[in-house]
């Protein structure tokens, strides 16, 4: 019914940038919040921002001043500005939306993940 499409991951050296995107396609009636967490190798997954559909955001404190989220809501689109990027935010990245589909209840849907390597 719905499919996201994370794309922007990859090796950066520490202290470089990326910019990841995530677009969503399908059946789509309105998109509410939209969002990217991360997992880390042995560890939970967890947030690392939000975006609501009139732009409020939120992030998790180890990314504030670093990280930026964004969204294109013609598009479906949403995307996570990472600067100043540390090893320790080496993950795989996943986009999650909270959405509308024809016929059906508002839910959380993931994309399959985007993996970031922040390595010398």
């Known amino acids: 019914q719905v499919q996201l499409v994370e794309s922007g991951g990859g090796l950066v050296q520490p202290g470089g940038s990326l910019r990841l995107s995530c677009a969503a396609s399908?059946?789509?009636?309105?998109?509410?919040?939209m969002g990217w967490y991360r997992q880390a190798p042995g560890k939970q997954r967890e947030l690392v921002a939000t975006?609501?559909?009139?732009?409020?955001?939120n992030y998790a404190d180890s990314e504030k001043g670093r990280f930026t989220i964004s969204r294109d809501n013609a598009k479906n689109t949403v995307y996570l500005q990472m600067n100043s990027l540390k090893p320790e935010d080496t993950a795989v990245y996943y986009c999650?939306?909270?959405?509308?589909?024809?016929?059906?209840?508002?839910?959380?849907?993931w994309g399959k993940g985007t993996l970031v390597t922040v390595s010398s």
């Open positions: 999650k939306i909270v959405a509308w589909i024809v016929g059906h209840a508002p839910a959380d849907y």
């Open positions: 975006i609501t559909s009139g732009g409020s955001t």
């Open positions: 399908g059946r789509i009636f309105s998109i509410n919040a």
